[in-house]
């Protein structure tokens, strides 16, 4: 009998071309979308009520079943509470990486098993080795695609019977695949952002879920320079949006922020790229390991944003699970709230959440 794959759908054109090429390869293919927020848009529509009819048309085109499943009450308790709270603390949450634990690798796959499925696939840039009962997750071929930093917090066992059929592709080798299998969404845009907020205007958005309050924006000896519109909003680094414009008595360079003092409602910023903004170290909090560290402490690379550079660095891990990380040289703009993830050559260890950066 045929193995059966069920496809993470999302109705756009990585997750289409995944299903096709496993279809192409002699298996037996299901699509599997799932909903993950439900919302009713100003004009009355479902939001994804568009992923879903392109779903369909997919599908339809590949010649293969396909079905919806409701994760929206998981979502919300598991992954979006999770992200207004880290917002309220002042930390600039990555929804989507909680999102392929708590969601994707989680009830979605237990639900495609009970399908019947064999192998459960998607259509992200990674690829995936379970040689020796080992669950190694790989950087993808396409560096500029990879998303192994989205996997980062997938328990190893999550990984078993996963394939990843666009690991070893890149993105215009999956466009021209789409317009071979005549996709309907062969040209549809890659989707960018929080995947429950679409083409909405962030702040009205999180300004829903998290009182917001304007308040001063002062620089690091306490001299105000204008005003924030909510602490929240920002994050570190940003230099855009800030409504500052010229100082009197400023060097005439950018503005860009450098800390959110939430107690005190205070965005505090600094002109040019100020050294303050640098550091060459961070600790985690929830390290997750896919693969075991080879040591205690040992050098790695180290990702700090999705599409960042690869930094040499060294790990050290310490007795409560946390996980110090020494950069060869000073990084841009560490952000807590966001995600360390290491790397050795191709494999990727895991990740955590950072805490704090500081420098050694």
Not at 95 to 116: H, Q, T, Y
Not at 165 to 174: D, N, R
Not at 335 to 349: K, M, N
Request: with cysteine; aromatic share 10%.
């Amino acid at each position: 009998m045929k193995q059966r794959v069920v496809v993470g759908m999302s109705g756009g054109v990585d997750s289409a071309v995944a299903a096709a090429l496993l279809k192409e390869r002699g298996f037996d293919v299901v699509g599997l979308y799932m909903a993950n927020w439900r919302e009713t848009s100003d004009d009355g529509c479902c939001t994804g009520e568009q992923d879903w009819s392109d779903v369909r048309d997919i599908c339809d085109s590949i010649g293969i079943p396909y079905y919806s499943v409701d994760f929206s009450k998981q979502y919300m308790d598991n992954v979006f509470t999770l992200f207004v709270e880290e917002y309220k603390r002042g930390r600039t949450p990555n929804p989507d990486v909680l999102c392929n634990r708590e969601i994707k690798f989680g009830p979605f796959a237990d639900f495609a098993r009970e399908m019947g499925a064999d192998l459960i696939a998607t259509g992200h840039y990674c690829a995936i080795s379970h040689e020796g009962g080992a669950h190694t997750l790989l950087r993808a071929a396409d560096e500029n695609k990879d998303q192994t930093y989205f996997l980062n917090q997938v328990r190893p066992e999550q990984l078993r019977d996963v394939i990843f059929p666009l690991g070893g592709m890149l993105k215009p080798e999956v466009r021209a695949l789409a317009e071979k299998f005549c996709i309907p969404v062969a040209k549809k845009k890659d989707s960018t952002g929080i995947c429950f907020i679409g083409e909405r205007n962030f702040r009205n958005f999180l300004s829903q879920y998290i009182p917001m309050k304007k308040g001063d924006i002062v620089t690091q000896d306490g001299k105000k320079v204008g005003v924030h519109d909510g602490v929240f909003f920002y994050t570190i680094g940003q230099r855009r949006g800030l409504g500052i414009g010229g100082a009197a008595d400023g060097n005439g360079e950018r503005w860009f922020v450098l800390d959110k003092d939430v107690k005190n409602n205070l965005l505090i910023v600094s002109q040019g790229e100020d050294s303050v903004l640098y550091k060459n170290a961070l600790v985690t909090e929830g390290f997750n390991f896919i693969t075991p560290p080879p040591a205690r402490s040992f050098p790695c690379l180290v990702r700090i944003k999705h599409r960042g550079a690869l930094e040499p660095a060294t790990a050290t891990l310490s007795d409560d699970g946390n996980v110090t990380i020494a950069f060869a040289r000073k990084v841009r703009a560490i952000t807590p709230g966001q995600y360390a993830v290491i790397y050795l050559d191709r494999v990727c260890l895991g990740g955590g959440v950072i805490s704090r950066a500081f420098d050694v």
